[in-house]
C-alpha cells in the first residue's frame, strides 16, 4: 500500500486535456483533508477557455470514437475496470483524503465505481436497432442508434470516482466523447481516472476532466457551445434546475441526477431487527451524504419505541474519527458549511420539542466532524422533515394508519428513493406502487446496483443511470425509411 504522501505526490493536479496541461494563467485552487482542514493538493484552476480548449478536443475525435467498433470501446472499458481494480487501494485512499468518508466506505465506492466499466463495456456491443414493414404495405422502417455526441459531465463531491464512471462508462460505450467537471472539493479522483484511461487505450481527447473554483462561469461557455449535445448533471436540486434553464439554449440532451428525501417506512409487520439493520445502512452509508440516505424515519406506532431504542444502539456503535483510521466507522462531513447545515437542522428540531436519542454535538476541534444522532417526538414544523439532511442524522416520527404511512413517506417535493420494510407482499407491492420515487428499496437498506436503472421522479430529476436505460440517454434514435 503506498504512503499519503506518494500517493498524492502521484496524482495528476493539471487540467486532463488529451493528457495533463496547465490551466490558462497557471492559477490553481486548494483541496482539503475534511479530517483535518489542511490542504492536500492545489489543483488546476481552468478557465472558460480551457473549458473550450477540452471541447475543441472533444470535437476533433467525436467522429473516429463514434466509428470505433463497438467491441473494441467495450474492450478499452474493460482495461479500464481492470485497471481501476488492480489499483483500488490507491482509489480508496485518494477518497478518503479528499472526501473524508471511512476507508471501507472508500474501498466499496471504488468496487461500484468500477463495475459502471465492467457493466458498459459489456453493454457497448449490445446497442440494437430494428428493421420491419410498415403495416401500410408502403414501405420499410429502419431504426438505427447513433451516440448522441460530446457530452458535458457535471458532478458532485460525495461518490468521487462512481458519480463520474456512471456517466463516463455509457457514454463512451455509446461512442459519445465526454467532459467531466467534477466538484471542487475532490478533484483529484478524477484525474487519477483520467490518467487510467488513458494508460488503458483511451484515445486523447475522448475523456477530458476540468477542474475549476468557477464551475458556472467555466461551463457555461460550453451549454452555448453548439457542438456539445448533451448535459448530464449530478447534485443538488438547485443548481440542476439552473442548468436546464441554461442548456435550453442549444436544447440539450439532459439528463439531472439530483437531490433526495428518502423516506424509510417500518410497519408494524416487519421484521424489526432486520429493519434496524436496513435503516443503519440507509442512514450511515457514505457519512449520511448521499442522495439515497434515509432522511426521515417513518414507524408505525405500536413498534415505534422498539425500534428507536434498537436504532439507537446500534447507530451508538459507529465510532467518529479520521477516515484513515482502521477504527472509524463514521468519517468527517466534506466542509464547515455541511457541518454547519446539518448542525442548524439539529438545533431547529430541538427548538421545535424534538428530543435527542443519541448524538447532536459536534465534538468541534479540527476537521468538520459530527456524530451519529438520533432524534424523537419531532413536531411537523422542524425543517430536518421537510430539507435533504445530508449527514449521520435519523429523525424518527410516528404513523398509525397504512394510507398515513404512505402520505406522509410522499409528503415531499423530492422523488429519488423510498425504503419500505414489511412482510406482507401485498402491502410491499401496494405501497411500492404508491411511493412517487424512482425506486424503492424493499426490506433493504441499500439499492444501487450498475445492473439497474437508477433515477429520480418529481424533484429529484429524470433520466437513468445503470441498467439498460443507462445506455439510451447517450443514444439517439434515427428512422431510415426505405421503400
Ligand atoms: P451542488 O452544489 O449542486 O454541486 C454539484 C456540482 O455542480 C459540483 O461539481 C459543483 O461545482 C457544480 N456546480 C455548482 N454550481 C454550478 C453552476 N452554477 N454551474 C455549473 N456547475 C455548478 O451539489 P453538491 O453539494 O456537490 O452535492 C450534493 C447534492 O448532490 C445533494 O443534493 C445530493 O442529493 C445530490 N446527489 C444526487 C445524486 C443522484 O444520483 N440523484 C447522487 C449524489 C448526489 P463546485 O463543486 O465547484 O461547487
Not at 431 to 447: D, F, K, P, S
Request: aromatic share 6%; proline share 6%; hydrophobic share 45%.
Amino acid at each position: 500500500m503506498v504512503s499519503e504522501t506518494e500517493l498524492l505526490d502521484a496524482i495528476p493536479t493539471t487540467l486532463w486535456i488529451g493528457g495533463p496541461v496547465s490551466a490558462t494563467g497557471g492559477a490553481t485552487f486548494p483541496v482539503h483533508n475534511p479530517a483535518t482542514g489542511e490542504v492536500i493538493a492545489n489543483v488546476a484552476d481552468a478557465t472558460p477557455e480551457d473549458a473550450v480548449r477540452a471541447l475543441d478536443a472533444a470535437a476533433a475525435v467525436q467522429a473516429e470514437w463514434a466509428a470505433t467498433p463497438a467491441r473494441q470501446r467495450g474492450e478499452i472499458l474493460r482495461a479500464v475496470f481492470e485497471a481501476i481494480t488492480a489499483r483500488s487501494e490507491e482509489f480508496a485512499l485518494l477518497m478518503t483524503l479528499e472526501m473524508g468518508k471511512a476507508l471501507p466506505e472508500s474501498r466499496n465506492e471504488v468496487k461500484y465505481g468500477a463495475e459502471f466499466f465492467r457493466w458498459f463495456s459489456e453493454e457497448a456491443v449490445r446497442i440494437h436497432g430494428r428493421y420491419q414493414s410498415a403495416p401500410a404495405g408502403t414501405g420499410r422502417i429502419l431504426v438505427h442508434k447513433q451516440p448522441v455526441g460530446p457530452c458535458l459531465a457535471i458532478t458532485p463531491w460525495n461518490f468521487p470516482l462512481a458519480m463520474g464512471t456512471r456517466k463516463i462508462g455509457p457514454a463512451l460505450a455509446a461512442g459519445c466523447t465526454m467532459i467531466v467537471k467534477p466538484a471542487s472539493a475532490t478533484p483529484l479522483t478524477m484525474l487519477l481516472l483520467a490518467q487510467l484511461c488513458s494508460e488503458a487505450g483511451l484515445p486523447d481527447g475522448v475523456l477530458s476532466v476540468i477542474t475549476t473554483s468557477r464551475s458556472g462561469a467555466v461551463t457555461g461557455p460550453l451549454l452555448n457551445d453548439p457542438r456539445l449535445r448533451k448535459l448530464t448533471f449530478t447534485g443538488s436540486t438547485p443548481v440542476g434546475k439552473k442548468l436546464v434553464e441554461a442548456s435550453a439554449h442549444g436544447l440539450l440532451r439532459t439528463s439531472m441526477e439530483l437531490g433526495g428525501n428518502a423516506p424509510f417506512v417500518v410497519f408494524e409487520d416487519a421484521d424489526i431487527d432486520a429493519a434496524v439493520q436496513g435503516a443503519v445502512l440507509a442512514k450511515l452509508r457514505n457519512g449520511g451524504e448521499a442522495c439515497t440516505a434515509a432522511n426521515r424515519f417513518h414507524v408505525q406506532n405500536s413498534v415505534r419505541q422498539e425500534f428507536t431504542e434498537k436504532l439507537v444502539a446500534a447507530m451508538a456503535e459507529y465510532t467518529l474519527g479520521p477516515g484513515t483510521d482502521p477504527a472509524t466507522t463514521l468519517g468527517p462531513l466534506i466542509n464547515e458549511s455541511q457541518l454547519d447545515i446539518v448542525g442548524d437542522l439539529v438545533e431547529d428540531a430541538v427548538a421545535a420539542g424534538a428530543k435527542i436519542e443519541l448524538g447532536g454535538k459536534a465534538p468541534g476541534g479540527a476537521g468538520w466532524f459530527y456524530p451519529a444522532t438520533v432524534l424523537s417526538d419531532i413536531p411537523d414544523t422542524a425543517r430536518i422533515l421537510r430539507e435533504e439532511v445530508f449527514g449521520p442524522v435519523a429523525p424518527i416520527v410516528g404513523f398509525d394508519t397504512e394510507e398515513e404511512g404512505l402520505a406522509a413517506a410522499n409528503n415531499t417535493e423530492y422523488g429519488l428513493v423510498a425504503y419500505v420494510f414489511t412482510q406482507d407482499l401485498a402491502r410491499a407491492l401496494r405501497v411500492a406502487e404508491g411511493l412517487e420515487t424512482g425506486m424503492v428499496g424493499v426490506n433493504r437498506g441499500v439499492i444501487s446496483d450498475p445492473a439497474a436503472p437508477f433515477g429520480g421522479v418529481k424533484e429529484s430529476g429524470f433520466g437513468r443511470e445503470g441498467g439498460f436505460e443507462g445506455i439510451e440517454e447517450y443514444l439517439d434514435t434515427k428512422y431510415i425509411a426505405l421503400p
